[in-house]
């Protein structure tokens, strides 16, 4: 699976929106990009996943470059409950469907 | 989605001693898989639980230390055996339902002492 860098840290105020880079410059071309989130102490939760196309759910827009090289999560509108550490994650699906979790962003959520 | 619970919650272990940690999920699913965290650390994969046969592990964990059982499509089991402190981690098993998503329990906490 590609390797994937994001940033250690970043943080937001509360009410704005929290944009997280991902860089994922050796993706291949059936490999789909996840986003994971930790909060302290609970398991990881899925946020979003996307393989071209912008993606939007109830909780965050997925952005793809167009050389799908690099990604950004939005959070539209951050709240406290949103400090956590967010994984993005490459990875091909189906049968070999296997996480490989980076070190993942920190973001902070600041009143 | 698929709600998914962990037993024990937590426990504190002598060294040398093994804890078994149960997986249990309200549907059936194709693909379950255990993960270990250390302190500070990022999700590590430790094997897929296949349901009739053996787990698959991988690199740097063995079936001698983490016997895996999954005897159905709902449950599976993860036992740290021989234990040290260097087992103090946060254990977690995950499901797949539709081949894309995971979803997480919330985690087994244990302290070796």
């Known amino acids: 699976d590609a390797k994937t860098t994001q940033p250690p840290s970043m943080d937001c105020a509360e009410g704005r929106a929290a944009n997280l880079p991902c860089n994922h410059s050796?993706?291949?071309?059936?490999?789909?990009v996840y986003w994971y989130r930790q909060i302290h102490s609970q398991g990881p939760q899925y946020i979003i996943h996307g393989l071209k196309n912008n993606e939007t759910n109830e909780m965050a827009s997925l952005i793809i470059t167009e050389d799908r090289k690099s990604s950004t999560l939005i959070l539209p509108h951050a709240t406290l409950r949103d400090t956590a550490v967010y994984y993005c994650?490459?990875?091909?699906?189906?049968?070999?469907?296997?996480?490989?979790f980076g070190k993942g962003t920190l973001l902070t959520v600041n009143p | 989605s698929a709600v998914i619970s962990q037993k024990p919650s937590r426990d504190i272990c002598q060294r040398g001693t093994s804890l078994t940690i149960q997986c249990q999920v309200d549907s059936q699913v194709t693909m379950m898989f255990w993960y270990r965290q250390q302190p500070g650390q990022s999700l590590t994969l430790i094997a897929t639980?296949?349901?009739?046969?053996?787990?698959?592990?991988e690199s740097g964990f063995v079936i001698d230390k983490f016997p895996i059982s999954r005897p159905n499509l709902t449950f599976s089991t993860l036992t740290v055996s021989n234990m040290s402190p260097e087992d103090s981690s946060i254990y977690l098993c995950s499901v797949s339902v539709a081949g894309r998503e995971q979803f997480f329990g919330p985690g087994t906490r244990l302290t070796v002492l």
């Open positions: 994650i490459v990875n091909s699906g189906g049968s070999n469907y296997k996480l490989t």
């Open positions: 050796t993706i291949s071309g059936n490999e789909y």
């Open positions: 639980a296949n349901q009739g046969s053996e787990a698959t592990y």
